[in-house]
């Protein structure tokens, strides 16, 4: 029987929470609903994509 060892510092993390949309936000809604979509076709490299998009979002519309 082959023993199989971690690589030394593995650890596992929680990922970050799914950025919100800003309310009253159309182009906040419009990224949300992408990634609501792409989560129901299970295309989760593309929700992925809309979580970094809506950060930019929030970073370039809303300062935050």
Not at 24 to 34: E, F
């Given at each position: 029987?082959?023993?199989?060892?971690?690589?030394?510092?593995?650890?596992?993390t929680e990922l970050p929470p799914?950025?919100?949309?800003?309310?009253?936000?159309?182009?906040?809604?419009?990224?949300?609903?992408?990634?609501?979509?792409?989560?129901?076709?299970?295309?989760?490299?593309?929700?992925?994509?809309?979580?970094?998009?809506?950060?930019?979002?929030?970073?370039?519309a809303h300062g935050s």
């Amino acid at each position: 029987m082959a023993i199989t060892q971690r690589p030394q510092g593995y650890r596992l993390t929680e990922l970050p929470p799914e950025p919100k949309a800003v309310s009253g936000c159309h182009g906040c809604l419009s990224i949300c609903v992408q990634r609501e979509n792409s989560r129901s076709r299970g295309d989760y490299s593309a929700v992925s994509d809309a979580n970094v998009e809506l950060r930019r979002h929030h970073t370039q519309a809303h300062g935050s």
